[in-house]
């Protein structure tokens, strides 16, 4: 599986890094690119002697790629690398497209200003704009023996395909699944109570089945039917089962805010203080 991993001064991306190692998924291929924002584009022969500042500039960016090639080696990952110039969102995306991987990481510190205004954007951007999954690390795995997921269905067609595809990413170091379906108590506020029984068990029914089919695959799985907003009760399950990962589907090119599952994917991104895997299938 190729997979782009935006690398910042910032170092956010280490744990990025420590997450897919930690996730184990199935050949993974992949590969580090720096994005310099500064405004400088060329090589340290194009500026010679009279670049001071671009020297510099070039000086960091080797050290920072550097840097991070040695922890993936470390880590056990391995990598190609590369350093492009522009607006960081716009050149992974560029860099996904021409590689044509499947999954773009970036990392997300929430405490720092800094990371919250830049990478918080580029998660946005990523989420509302591309049409590769999107892996967000924010802050630190808990070292655990293996990974818990937190995996939110509504049983639409396009979440059956995402979770689906999350199977095919064969994440070996993810011993235990939790699917969660959320029932917006203002949508059911003026339905019958027998309505609401018969909904409850059609929903319990496909999540039987979607049940099976993690567990055909080797995962620990089970089902959370509960009733709340989706943002909050994911929050609180997240901490209630120390999950290391929120994963969600959401539509690429063409997304509309309104949608309810896109919608909610954004406000995790943005929000959510759980690291986050935005699947696109």
């Known amino acids: ?8 001064e910032a170092r956010t991306y280490l744990p990025v890094l420590n997450l897919l190692s930690r996730l184990r998924l199935d050949d993974l291929d992949l590969e580090l690119v720096h994005v310099d924002h500064s405004g400088i584009v060329g090589t340290k022969k194009d500026f010679g002697f009279a670049g001071g500042a671009e020297l510099a500039q070039l000086d960091v960016d080797d050290s920072v790629i ?6 993936s080696d470390h880590l056990g990952l391995g990598s190609s690398h590369r350093i492009v110039y522009g607006s960081p969102a716009e050149e992974l995306v560029a860099c996904a497209e021409e590689t044509k991987a499947l999954l773009i990481c970036i990392g997300s510190k929430r405490r720092s200003k800094f990371n919250s205004s830049l990478f918080g954007s580029i998660g946005k951007s990523l989420t509302l704009s591309s049409r590769q999954s999107i892996l967000i690390a924010k802050g630190e795995i808990e070292e655990t023996q293996a990974l818990t997921v937190v995996a939110t269905t509504d049983f639409s067609n396009y979440s059956d395909r995402a979770l689906k595809e999350f199977i095919r990413m064969a994440p070996k170091g993810v011993s235990r699944v939790i699917l969660l379906t959320a029932i917006d108590r203002q949508l059911v506020a003026n339905v019958s109570r027998e309505q609401i029984h018969l909904f409850r068990a059609f929903l319990n029914d496909r999540a039987d089945k979607l049940v099976a089919e993690f567990v055909a695959a080797g995962f620990d799985c089970d089902h959370k039917l509960l009733d709340g907003d989706l ?28 949608v309810s599952i896109g919608s909610s994917a954004l406000k995790q991104v943005v929000s959510s203080r759980h690291s986050i895997l935005v699947l696109r299938p």
């Open 1 to 8: 599986m190729k997979a782009i991993l935006g690398v910042d």
């Open 66 to 71: 550097g840097d991070a090639v040695q922890t």
């Open 231 to 258: 943002g909050e009760v994911v929050e609180s399950l997240m901490a209630e089962t120390k999950a290391d990962l929120l994963v969600m589907g959401a539509q690429g090119e063409g997304y509309q805010p309104r």
